[in-house]
């Protein structure tokens, strides 16, 4: 959500860069000379704990259940309904809004099956494995938070469920940042796997079990990710491609770079470590 607008007021949100992790609110009121200003305080996957005036006095503080639901609101005098990453809060549901579906924070679960199949995984109505480091900001599919640790190019949970090295871990691997003025405008993500209607047809696979089942080899797999990373829709957009170093951006290894350069960038890094990309040209 970018602005909220009601008879009497509107609010502008503004989000860290590459994430829909909220960092201020933006209050104009009808009649009222000047805006009002506050800041949110989120824990690590961007989940807003505190809100604070331009003063720095709390004027919204909550505590929540494990998957997202409030337990307790210590201060409540400036209404607050964003929750997870992408979700906001539906008072007289009590659902929260996750763009393509409602998510219910009292049993950790979406209400309706995942839109996009099996492409988001084997469960059709999980929210994610765990919310304490994954995020889905459009209730299409579970992500690591992509702040930290961006988009991994070969997809280290299925790269490790297949036995595919050097990429099978989170850390020490190439993933794609959209960090730097200019690279990010909430579509970077989604696309790099098919979705938001940028690169569709060429849709990689992303779960282990539905790969295999396909018949797939690791080899086709990777084919895969290649012709998606030069799928011509993506071809406009920009980024860096850092080696993850602790869960968090580390190295540059190829700036400012198509996600096609990005994987060629990929390739050279897995050859550096003695890694042949079978199958890849």
Known sequence: ???????????????????????????????????????????QIGTPLEMTDAEGQIVWQAKYRPWGAIEKLVVNEVEQNLRFQGQYFDVETGLHYNTFRYYDPEIGRFITQDPIGLS??????????????????IGWMPLYNPISRGH?????TAAT???????????????MYWLEPGQWNDLEHSSMHGYNKIGANTRPLLDAETIRNKGLSNDDWLK??????????LASQRGDLRIVEGGKPGKIIAKNVSPA???????????SKGFSMGGCS
Request: glycine share 6%; aromatic share 12%.
């Open 224 to 233: 895969s990710l290649e012709a998606h990373y030069n799928n011509p829709e």
């Open 1 to 43: 959500m970018l602005r909220e607008e009601s008879p009497e007021q509107s609010s502008l949100y503004l989000y860290e860069p590459g994430s829909y992790a909220p960092l201020a609110r933006v209050d104009e009121k009808e009649g009222e000379a000047e805006n009002k200003v506050y800041y949110f305080h989120t824990d």
């Open 152 to 156: 991994h190019m070969v997809p280290h």
């Open 120 to 137: 988001g995984g084997d469960n059709l109505y999980q929210y994610a494995p765990n919310p304490n480091g994954w995020v889905d900001p």
């Open 161 to 175: 469920k297949l036995g595919i090295a050097p990429f099978n871990s989170i850390n020490n691997v190439p993933s």
């Open 261 to 271: 350069q990005a994987w060629e960038a990929t390739k050279k890094w897995a050859r």
